[in-house]
């Protein structure tokens, strides 16, 4: 099967060690970035590097990511849609890279087909760097908006609240 020619130009940057290692340093950080985002949410301040020990350091980058998305929001922010957008973005350039085999011109071509994955590759080192400093943007504003305070005026859980929970869980799901 004939790909079109911007797929054999994005396949053979993948296989760049240069931008390989771009890719995994950049998607590291933007993991460590969700993790400290991830942290703030459910812990706060103070025991926000525990959860991140204990938590999120055995967790995969798919489940943090998910994680984020399930986060129920009072408010549509565009920095939350632009960081999971460009986290997912990033995910799928580093397991392309990180597992050479996948890089068959059919994958690279399903790739491509989202614009700014394509220029990503194909436009390197800017648009990796654009990208890259937009989703890490996101992430910051978002740790700073009110979506991620906690909420002050809620009551501290007593065990009525723990069964309630147990109830609620069996009964839808």
Known sequence: MDHPHHVYEAQEQL??????????????????DLDFALSLYFCGPGRHFTF?????????????????EDIPARKSLKSRVQAI?????????????????????????TLCDDETIRAIILQ?????EEEFRRVRGS???????????????AKKPDQGDKYFNIAHRITYG
């Not at 390197?124 to 990796?128: E, I, S, T």
């Open 85 to 109: 957008t460009g986290l997912r973005r990033f995910q799928r350039i580093r397991n392309i890279v990180a597992h050479s085999i996948l890089a068959r011109p059919s994958k690279v071509r």
């Open 124 to 128: 390197y080192p800017q648009k990796m």
């Open 139 to 153: 992430l910051y504003h978002l740790t700073r908006s009110r979506e991620w305070k906690p909420d002050l005026k």
């Open 52 to 68: 991140m020990e204990v938590v999120s350091s055995h967790m995969q980058f798919s489940a943090k990511i998910k994680m984020l």
């Open 15 to 32: 296989a760049k060690s240069e931008f390989v290692a771009e890719v995994l340093k950049k998607t590291c950080s933007l993991e460590e």
